[in-house]
């Protein structure tokens, strides 16, 4: 079993509608939860962290995360065809130490017109 | 504020070579982390430096190394290069402290690899 596990994808969304991505990962002790988005070519950049149980929103987007069933999302509303990427959950395992993020594959996102 | 910073962008080396790569971190970040990014793998940690100390390391063999200066900038070493080599490295930095978001890593554009 893989720390972290993302579907890989594609999804695929119309432009406007709201996208969900699922993440799940297997330590149960983890306290650090991240969401990162990389284009193709591109090095990952940060949407959003959340560490306590409930939804986080900023803007268009929000993540969810429920520690006791172990998963964390991202729901990206109002999609648009520039949120087309590759979308990394990251987790900070309790065993892990300082820093140590482990990320899943990724899921690839594409906003059609 | 300045992002952080990698160099070389790109490089390409021969088998049984070895290549330094850097990474500037941003002004403040004490912490800096090493990833490696292949197709096959993804994202996979390397190490992390803190105060010019080893905090953590992944599950890459000997040939990898890194170290920290005293002004937090990080390079990292492979030795003998090998085919699999090949890959994205990605250097990031986090705050640390008593923070929001003190783990939060913000990665540089990264140095490419090519091992033939």
């Known amino acids: 079993q893989k720390e972290v596990e993302q579907n890989s994808g594609p999804l695929s969304v119309p432009e406007g509608a709201i996208a969900s991505l699922n993440c799940t990962y297997s330590?149960?002790?983890?306290?650090?939860f991240f969401w990162y988005r990389q284009y193709s070519g591109k090095s990952p950049e940060l949407i959003m962290f959340?560490?306590?149980?409930g939804d986080k929103e900023d803007g268009r987007f929000t993540a969810q995360l429920n520690k006791a069933s172990q998963y964390v999302s991202l729901l990206i509303r109002d999609s648009q065809p520039s949120d087309s990427a590759t979308y990394l959950c990251?987790?900070?395992?309790?065993?892990?130490?300082?820093?140590?993020?482990?990320f899943g594959a990724g899921t690839r996102l594409a906003v059609h017109p | 504020k300045a992002g952080v910073t990698q160099t070389p962008r790109y490089l390409i080396k021969t088998r049984g070579q070895q290549v330094t790569l850097s990474c500037s971190p941003i002004?403040?970040?004490?912490?800096v982390s090493w990833y490696q990014q292949t197709p096959g793998q993804g994202l996979q940690f390397l190490f992390e430096?803190?105060?010019?100390?080893?905090?953590n390391k992944g599950n890459f063999p000997g040939r990898f190394s890194g170290r920290q200066f005293s002004n937090s900038r990080s390079e990292m070493n492979v030795s003998t290069l090998e085919l699999g080599d090949s890959a994205l490295y990605l250097c990031?930095?986090?705050?640390?402290?008593?923070?929001?978001?003190?783990?939060?890593?913000?990665f540089g554009a990264g140095s490419r690899l090519t091992v033939l």
């Open positions: 990031a930095s986090s705050p640390e402290g008593p923070v929001s978001g003190a783990n939060v890593l913000t």
């Open positions: 330590d149960r002790g983890s306290q650090s």
């Open positions: 959340i560490y306590s149980n």
């Open positions: 990251a987790v900070i395992p309790f065993s892990g130490g300082y820093n140590k993020l482990i």
């Open positions: 002004s403040g970040h004490r912490s």
């Open positions: 430096y803190f105060s010019e100390t080893q905090r």
